[in-house]
């Protein structure tokens, strides 16, 4: 049986020679994601943008670095969760990706949710958000835990965030974001506490 690594690593492979889209062309690198393959949670954004597609790893531009604070603030690290996004190549001028992208992107993240099987997802923004969760309004569910069966996974927890990117600026987001982020060991802790 292979390691959920080994079976990432190959997943990353076949990624790389995508064309199920036409962005696969216009950008520079695919950014499959990057993390712990054993991981209990997983971080979903939406779609690379250049500082992410110049070197192929998730979230490292400025929206990258605020992650990484918040991560810090509940003592976890990137290489501690895995991270990943909606849509792996970036579209043009980061321009929102289109429904069509996200649709023939999605079997590579529900092969990836299937090999990590996190117990918890949390989406970043609201175009990872509709995913998943459809319909909702992210300022109304942001901070909450939801379970949802989503064909191909089953039974899933999803925790919804406002994306880093649109809070980096907005200082009543940024705020809301934080004090979200704060409570996700405590998510966490109820989701194994509840599977005991
Ligand atoms: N924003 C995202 O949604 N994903 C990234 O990887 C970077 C910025």
New binding site residues.
């Given amino acids: 049986m292979k390691s959920k690594k080994e079976q990432l690593d190959e997943l990353n492979a076949r990624m790389a020679k995508c064309s199920a889209c036409a962005l696969r062309p216009v950008c520079k690198n695919v950014?499959p994601g990057e993390g712990n393959a054993e991981a209990e949670i997983m971080f979903i954004?939406?779609?690379?943008?250049q500082k992410?597609d110049e070197t192929g790893h998730?979230?490292v531009?400025a929206?990258?670095k605020f992650l990484n604070e918040m991560l810090a603030m509940i003592n976890l690290k990137r290489e501690d969760v895995y991270i990943a996004?909606v849509v792996k190549c970036r579209p043009p001028q980061n321009r929102d990706p289109l429904p069509d992208e996200i649709a023939a992107c999605w079997p590579w993240l529900l092969a990836q949710i299937k090999i990590i099987q996190p117990k918890l997802i949390v989406t970043?923004?609201r175009h990872s958000m509709e995913r998943f969760l459809p319909g909702m309004k992210i300022s109304q569910v942001h901070g909450k835990a939801m379970r949802r069966e989503i064909p191909g996974i089953g039974k899933q927890i999803f925790y919804t965030l406002y994306?880093p990117?649109a809070a980096l600026y907005n200082g009543g987001m940024r705020e809301t974001l934080i004090k979200d982020f704060r409570r996700i060991p405590k998510v966490l802790k109820k989701i194994k506490k509840e599977a005991e």
């Fill in positions: 950014v954004g939406e779609a690379p943008g992410e998730p979230f531009g929206a990258g996004n970043l923004g994306h990117a």
